[in-house]
């Protein structure tokens, strides 16, 4: 299959080496693939709540039985398209380059070093005795600060942005990922009214007749 040739896993790992390159060639020879830019986001949700289950009670203070799977992974999934969308949304507007199946490869591909890092840490979080937490929480920062500064380079590189110009864009992304929030929320109550004032027409009618 194109979307995962032989050429797009080299490309996921030149990101982690070369990533400006990389990046690059993502976005000007569509060497991306947005389903292993899903794949990515799948399987950082499912790190991401083995973590929450798994690890440790000294780094981990979440009862496993309160976390549902695929309400975790779900989140994560949506997340990741609000942030994407609202990039994309806001990028339009200041004359970025990247198209939204690039945001969509750049951000799902940085995810890949927070995947590495949170198996190995969860593993670590239930052999760490009390006051060795900082091991975990380092293997975790490194993650968090590499998937991010794959992500600064990412959104620059697509839509040829400088350092300036690519951190004012993702204020306003996150900016756009609340109203797109916001509006998501309206448009459910919205909805949930027109239900209720539907339904109570219709009971009204059952009863009467």
């Given amino acids: 299959m194109k979307y995962f040739s032989k050429i797009k896993f080299y490309y996921l790992r030149r990101v982690l080496t070369n990533p400006v ?18 794949v990515c986001v799948l399987l950082f949700g ?37 942030f994407c969308v609202g990039n994309w949304s806001i990028t339009c507007l200041m004359n970025g380059e990247g198209r939204l199946k690039d945001i969509m490869a750049v951000v799902g591909y940085s995810l890949v070093p927070l995947i590495v890092v949170l198996l190995p840490a969860t593993f670590l979080s239930r052999l760490i005795a009390a006051g060795e937490e900082v091991f975990y929480f380092f293997a975790i920062g490194v993650g968090i600060a590499w998937t991010a500064i794959l992500i600064l380079m990412g959104i620059m590189t697509v839509h040829n942005y ?48």
């Fill in 46 to 82: 499912l790190a991401f709540t083995l973590n929450r289950v798994l690890a440790g009670f000294i780094v981990n203070d979440v009862d496993p039985r309160t976390v549902n799977g695929l309400t975790e992974i779900g989140s994560v999934f949506i997340l990741f398209v609000l």
């Fill in 21 to 38: 390159d990389a990046f690059y060639e993502i976005r000007y020879r569509d060497y991306g693939s947005v389903p292993l830019a899903l």
């Fill in 162 to 209: 400088t350092l300036l110009k690519t951190l004012a864009t993702l204020v306003l992304t996150l900016f756009a990922v609340f109203v797109l929030i916001f509006l998501a929320l309206l448009l459910y109550d919205l909805i949930n009214q027109v239900y209720v004032f539907f339904y109570s027409i219709y009971t009204e009618i059952v009863f009467r007749f």
